[in-house]
């Protein structure tokens, strides 16, 4: 084996607002006057710092983008500018002249297939990266495109060897452009959460924007240089163009000093957040650019009309996000509703026939869970001892989803997060995982270039660099875990740490070996842009979109020098289509894609599976630990048989390859204002 390379966002307006500290002004008659915006300082927010005026404005938009046109234009690397709302709504993209027109995606490692050697359009990556920077914050954390990129890594640090993955390993393949969960009109600014059009971004040069001390969106910088990539190495200080010129257009925006990811620990280790600031900058911070002459906006197909627009205000019904007054009495619960105001996600019962779960039962699982969110102590958020902030989703085993809430601030990445653990621990743990599997078509891995050049270009042609048989994973598993009816028999109680423990590129998980989890790629054809089955699954719904945003904008698509007329190839047509809403995993099981960290547990009723519960937000032991005591509580407060798998079947009875799975983890001393431990034990 080859020596491992370090790869170091009205009443319910009212509603919400009630919540806000601080007294009247003046000026902002709802809420505290916001404090001052330049990043320095602590606001003291705990999550409801949000006011009437906590949004962008389009004014502000054109100044965020004024002030990183400048910067960008001091130092002569003209680049690509986005800024979305904190629900993902695009309020402005900007294009400065002589921009490239493609960066490529992947890393250095010399790995084919997945999203490695894939060109994609530079406003696209400047979406995803302004969308990273602001899901991945709240009013207790501001984490950053870099931050993503330490955090999703086959080791944390990056480069320390035989330590585990990245605590949010596989994170990026969320909030995908096939997914069913998220929303997908951009015709105008509406509810969310948008979906990101590569998913999250671990390329630096994405960070949050702030107003008052509460994320307002995020902004994002492409095509300085020509890498959509990640850092491979924390051990070190970068100047990278796309970061120095996002953080000129964060100035008088920026995340609070006292939340920024550089003072937040997990498992002992600091989180990086920017390598450059305001003192870095060739411009004046806050100087803005001349717009009418430096570039011009860009329509960007199904995401941007050309225009710049305000943003929302989140957690007001237009933001998609608004507090709950019925469901959840007490616990200062929030939900997802539509463009109409109705909940999207009211509870509802299984749909898998005989003892499926009751709407009561799901409603019960997620109340008891948000309980236990509400007293649990948050591993990545400020202040010290703030209640978790989470995002909670409870589906059947066919992956329809029969409820779900949040508590207040948590960030809005879990939200789409939460449900795909839910579907992937249901999907591992029944019966039908390997049936599904292996009647999926084969992967084809892209590479997309821009022809005859990147300056001049005139058609986008696809070439095909490989293949990927999906039913060959189970075939894998079946020898890594020497069952031959694994995942046919659901015969074992699979939770995301226990499936994710099956999907690194080391086994056991981040210990240097020749060995990998039967759901990952071997080290040597591994990185995270190509990371095995989580990716292949939804590898051609997120390649598609890539090439049928091209052909929104008016470019021939060829496939290996042949037009796409007359869909030459089994699956073409000509428009190529957009993916369909729940495309991602070929099936509504998986209908938004998997997920690999920690933070989900199958449900059963006694001997029988009837879904599976997935937990997002301040810390995966965490989210295990919420997942785990919610559904135990409301077994025994229901008295109905539901609750956690029994002992017997859960995946930590299995021991391959002389390692023992995991099935969830608890932090120490978790409960706020309790010293009680080993709060899992015996259940």
């Not at 955090?151 to 585990?164: C, D, K, L, M």
């Not at 009211?346 to 026939?353: L, S």
């Not at 599997?437 to 022809?451: I, K, M």
């Not at 894609?593 to 006694?606: A, K, T």
Request: aromatic share 8%; with cysteine; proline share 7%.
């Amino acid at each position: 084996m080859r020596k491992p390379t370090p790869i170091v966002l009205s009443l319910a307006l009212v509603t919400f607002l009630a919540g806000c500290s601080g007294g009247s002004n003046s000026a902002d008659p709802v809420g505290t006057a916001p404090p001052p915006t330049t990043g320095s300082g602590d606001p003291g927010c705990t999550g409801s710092c949000v006011t009437a005026s906590s949004f962008l404005s389009s004014a502000e938009v054109q100044t965020i983008i004024a002030q990183a046109a400048a910067e960008a234009s001091a130092r002569n690397t003209p680049a690509v500018i986005a800024v979305v709302d904190r629900v993902g709504n695009v309020l402005g993209v900007y294009r400065m002249n002589g921009t490239r027109v493609t960066v490529r995606v992947g890393t250095q490692r010399g790995v084919v297939g997945g999203l490695e050697g894939l060109r994609v359009p530079s406003e696209l990556a400047a979406i995803a990266k302004a969308v990273t920077g602001a899901y991945l914050s709240s009013e207790g954390n501001a984490f950053s495109t870099r931050t993503a990129s330490q955090i999703v890594q086959e080791h944390f640090n990056p480069g320390e060897f035989n330590a585990p993955a990245g605590p949010l390993f596989g994170v990026q393949f969320s909030q995908l452009s096939c997914s069913d969960f998220v929303t997908r009109d951009f015709d105008a600014v509406g509810v969310g959460p948008h979906r990101s059009p590569l998913g999250l971004s671990a390329d630096p040069g994405g960070l949050p924007l702030y107003k008052g001390g509460t994320p307002v969106g995020g902004i994002g910088v492409a095509a300085a240089d020509d890498d959509y990539t990640l850092d491979p190495s924390i051990s070190n200080i970068d100047q990278d163009a796309d970061e120095l010129v996002a953080t000129a257009g964060s100035f008088g925006f920026a995340a609070p000093v006292d939340r920024r990811g550089d003072v937040i620990t997990a498992d002992g280790k600091t989180f990086r957040f920017n390598d450059a600031d305001f003192d870095d900058l060739q411009s004046t911070p806050g100087t803005a650019g001349n717009l009418s002459t430096l570039g011009s906006f860009q329509t960007v197909p199904a995401y941007f009309n050309g225009t710049p627009r305000n943003g929302t205000v989140f957690g007001t019904a237009s933001s998609g996000f608004r507090p709950d007054s019925t469901l959840y009495p007490g616990r200062d619960a929030f939900v997802l509703v539509d463009s109409s105001g109705a909940q999207r996600y009211a509870p509802i019962a299984g749909t898998d026939g005989s003892g499926a779960m009751t709407a009561e039962e799901a409603r019960v699982v997620v109340d008891e869970a948000l309980a236990i969110a509400n007293r649990a102590r948050a591993q990545i958020r400020r202040p010290l001892g703030t209640q978790a902030r989470v995002s909670i989703s409870v589906v059947d085993t066919n992956g329809v989803t029969l409820a779900f809430a949040r508590t207040r601030d948590a960030p809005i990445f879990g939200a789409d997060v939460s449900l795909q653990k839910a579907r992937t621990a249901a999907f591992y743990s029944g019966d039908h995982a390997a049936g599904e599997l292996q009647t999926r078509d084969p992967v084809q891995y892209f590479n997309g270039q821009l022809l005859p050049s990147e300056s001049a270009p005139d058609r986008f042609n696809l070439t095909v660099v490989g293949t990927s048989d999906i039913g060959d994973y189970v075939t894998r598993a079946r020898d890594f875990l020497e069952s031959p009816t694994a995942l046919a028999d659901g015969a074992f109680a699979f939770s995301d740490r226990a499936g994710g423990n099956l999907s690194r590129p080391f086994y056991p998980d981040g210990i240097i070996s020749d060995q990998s989890g039967p759901f990952s790629h071997d080290y040597d054809n591994w990185s995270p842009f190509h990371d095995g089955i989580q990716l292949d699954i939804v590898y051609n719904a997120t390649a598609f979109h890539v090439a049928h945003y091209v052909n929104q904008l008016g470019l021939p698509l060829f496939l290996e020098g042949e037009l796409l007329v007359g869909a030459p190839r089994p699956g073409f047509e000509t428009p190529l289509p957009d993916p369909p809403p729940g495309s991602c995993g070929g099936t509504q099981r998986l209908a938004n894609g998997i997920q690999i960290f920690p933070g989900s547990v199958p449900i059963y009723r006694g001997e029988q599976l009837i879904g599976a519960i997935g937990v997002s937000g301040d810390g995966v032991d965490q989210d295990d630990m919420i997942s785990f005591l919610g559904v135990h509580n409301a077994g025994v407060r229901l008295g109905s048989g539901l609750g956690n798998a029994p002992p017997a079947r859960r995946a930590d009875q299995l021991v391959p390859r002389g390692a023992r799975l995991r099935y969830i983890q608890c932090p120490q001393s978790p409960f706020i204002g309790s010293d009680e431990q080993n709060v899992c034990g015996g259940k």
